[in-house]
């Protein structure tokens, strides 16, 4: 393939590629940060980094203690066994420990000195609202998109007592407990004034949609979201399937709101590990593609969680165009993963999905997050665009810019536009 191409244009695409991946703000579509309204709910900093859930789950495997022990300790304390564990006992190679080094590195500390005292001291000066800034900076995002529930307390009585919005962050109505848990939700719908009935009879389903209109106005939501186990159907006779039908997509398609699924979660496969304890499995994609081809006049945003998935998630979005594939999910958030999938996507569905969000709980993920899924992306996409020089077209800066910008979010907004 490179015979074909001189070597000046060979550099001219590398360096344009590589600018232009570096270079270019994203729209991060799936995160778990709050806007900084929402106060001590936007983490950040070091033990908040250290405490996170993958590296709690690594950090497990070499620890003696008793889970409930673990979790009684306080977050420094927490955070200070996790360091001596996978920094201090072992060298940091995992993917989530690499990240907190290069989040360090990025933010001018010396990580060498392995000194966490000295590493919290540098935390505690920092200026929340600057560091925000910051981080959103040394990342390179523009723009986050929240993950808001409306069954989680600590969040809606924020909504409901108002605050001034901060622009960069916007907000994505998620309602797990509403498909999944329903017996458990009603009593919080019927006191908050919603006429809904446990065997969804009478006005539950007009009452439901009347509750996502509410909080979709409230929240100014772009779009509504479910993380759904690897044994989703759809159709089916269940609740879940029933409520989709009658109650989600009749209010996605009413307000133009795309419907998010993240598929394959096994949550709870280990509880006593709280968020770390969350696993997976391979769903069949023959429900995602009945949703599709059901309900034509909906949206779907779709990111799995299985490695093995990924192929049949691309055919299936090569049939319908109501369906918007999205980044890499958790546990396929790892670079050997991310390489394959982002080949097999431009492979198999060209430039028509988004190609990365970070799923940040702690601000200062976004800039390892983002950093080390730009690495992997140059490398994938440097060889695309020589594939494609070598065939005699030759990419203008222009279309390359194009293409990332399209990648990075534009393609998503144009999605929720359509
Ligand atoms: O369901 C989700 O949105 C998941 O991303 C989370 O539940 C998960 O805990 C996570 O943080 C993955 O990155
Ligand atoms: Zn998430």
Same mark, same amino acid.
């Given at each position: 393939?490179?015979?074909?191409?001189?070597?000046?244009?060979?550099?001219?695409? /590398?360096?344009?590629?590589?600018?232009?991946?570096?270079?270019?703000? &994203?729209?991060?579509?799936?995160?778990?940060?709050?806007?900084? +309204?929402?106060?001590?709910?936007?983490?950040?900093?070091?033990?908040?980094?250290?405490?996170?859930?993958?590296?709690?789950?690594?950090? #497990?495997?070499?620890?003696?203690?008793?889970?409930?022990?673990?979790?009684?300790?306080?977050?420094?304390?927490?955070?200070?066994?996790?360091?001596?564990?996978?920094?201090?006992?072992?060298?940091?190679?995992?993917?989530?420990?690499?990240? &907190?080094?290069?989040?360090?590195?990025?933010?001018?500390?010396?990580?060498?000195?392995?000194?966490?005292?000295?590493?919290?001291?540098?935390?505690?000066?920092?200026?929340?609202?600057?560091?925000?800034?910051?981080?959103?900076?040394?990342? @390179?995002?523009?723009?986050?998109?929240?993950?808001?529930?409306? #069954?989680?307390?600590?969040?809606?009585?924020?909504?409901?007592?108002?605050?001034?919005?901060?622009?960069?962050?916007?907000?994505?109505?998620?309602?797990?407990?509403?498909?999944?848990?329903?017996?458990?939700?009603?009593?919080?719908?019927?006191?908050?004034?919603?006429?809904?009935?446990?065997?969804?009879?009478?006005?539950?389903?007009?009452?439901?949609?009347?509750?996502?209109?509410?909080?979709?106005?409230?929240?100014?939501?772009?779009?509504?979201?479910?993380?759904?186990?690897?044994?989703?159907?759809?159709?089916?006779?269940?609740?879940?399937?029933?409520?989709?039908?009658?109650?989600?997509?009749?209010?996605?398609?009413?307000?133009?709101?795309?419907? +998010?699924?993240?598929?394959? &979660?096994?949550?709870?496969?280990?509880? +006593?590990?709280?968020? +770390?304890?969350?696993?997976?499995?391979?769903?069949?994609?023959?429900?995602?593609?009945?949703?599709?081809?059901?309900?034509?006049?909906?949206?779907?945003?779709? /990111?799995?969680?299985? @490695?093995?998935?990924?192929?049949?998630?691309?055919?299936?979005?090569?049939? #319908?165009?109501?369906?918007?594939?999205?980044?890499?999910?958790?546990?396929?958030?790892?670079?050997?993963?991310?390489?394959?999938?982002?080949?097999?996507?431009?492979?198999?569905?060209g430039m028509s999905f988004t190609v990365q969000h970070s799923d940040a709980r702690v601000l200062d993920q976004i800039i390892y997050k983002w950093d080390h899924s730009r690495d992997t992306i140059t490398k994938v996409l440097t060889e695309k665009y020589l594939n494609?020089?070598?065939?005699?077209?030759?990419?203008?800066?222009?279309?390359?810019?194009?293409?990332?910008?399209?990648? #990075?979010?534009?393609?998503?907004?144009?999605?929720?536009?359509?």
């Amino acid at each position: 393939m490179s015979l074909d191409i001189s070597l000046s244009k060979r550099d001219e695409i /590398t360096a344009t590629v590589s600018r232009s991946v570096l270079e270019t703000n &994203v729209y991060d579509i799936h995160t778990h940060l709050y806007d900084p +309204a929402f106060g001590e709910l936007l983490l950040w900093g070091i033990d908040d980094q250290l405490v996170y859930h993958y590296l709690v789950a690594e950090a #497990f495997r070499h620890f003696e203690i008793n889970f409930n022990d673990f979790w009684k300790l306080t977050k420094e304390n927490q955070a200070q066994m996790i360091w001596d564990s996978l920094f201090i006992d072992n060298s940091p190679l995992s993917e989530a420990c690499r990240g &907190v080094l290069t989040v360090l590195n990025r933010l001018g500390l010396d990580t060498n000195q392995r000194d966490l005292p000295r590493i919290r001291k540098w935390f505690k000066e920092q200026n929340p609202s600057e560091y925000i800034t910051r981080c959103m900076e040394l990342a @390179k995002v523009s723009k986050i998109c929240m993950t808001n529930s409306p #069954f989680d307390e600590l969040e809606t009585s924020r909504w409901i007592s108002g605050f001034e919005r901060d622009e960069r962050f916007t907000s994505a109505l998620r309602i797990d407990p509403l498909l999944l848990e329903w017996d458990s939700i009603i009593p919080q719908l019927i006191e908050s004034g919603y006429e809904v009935q446990h065997d969804l009879s009478g006005k539950t389903m007009e009452e439901v949609q009347r509750f996502l209109r509410d909080w979709t106005d409230q929240m100014d939501a772009v779009y509504v979201m479910v993380s759904l186990p690897p044994t989703f159907e759809y159709p089916a006779n269940n609740q879940c399937s029933k409520l989709i039908d009658e109650a989600i997509l009749p209010f996605c398609r009413e307000s133009g709101l795309a419907f +998010a699924l993240m598929i394959g &979660v096994k949550r709870g496969v280990n509880p +006593a590990m709280k968020l +770390a304890g969350d696993g997976l499995g391979k769903p069949s994609l023959i429900s995602l593609e009945n949703l599709c081809s059901n309900n034509p006049n909906n949206k779907f945003l779709c /990111t799995l969680l299985s @490695k093995e998935s990924q192929h049949e998630l691309c055919v299936v979005a090569r049939k #319908f165009r109501n369906l918007h594939v999205f980044g890499c999910w958790w546990f396929t958030n790892i670079p050997s993963v991310i390489e394959d999938m982002t080949r097999m996507r431009l492979d198999l569905i060209g430039m028509s999905f988004t190609v990365q969000h970070s799923d940040a709980r702690v601000l200062d993920q976004i800039i390892y997050k983002w950093d080390h899924s730009r690495d992997t992306i140059t490398k994938v996409l440097t060889e695309k665009y020589l594939n494609l020089a070598a065939t005699g077209w030759k990419p203008s800066k222009r279309e390359i810019q194009r293409d990332i910008d399209g990648l #990075f979010g534009q393609n998503f907004n144009q999605f929720l536009a359509k």
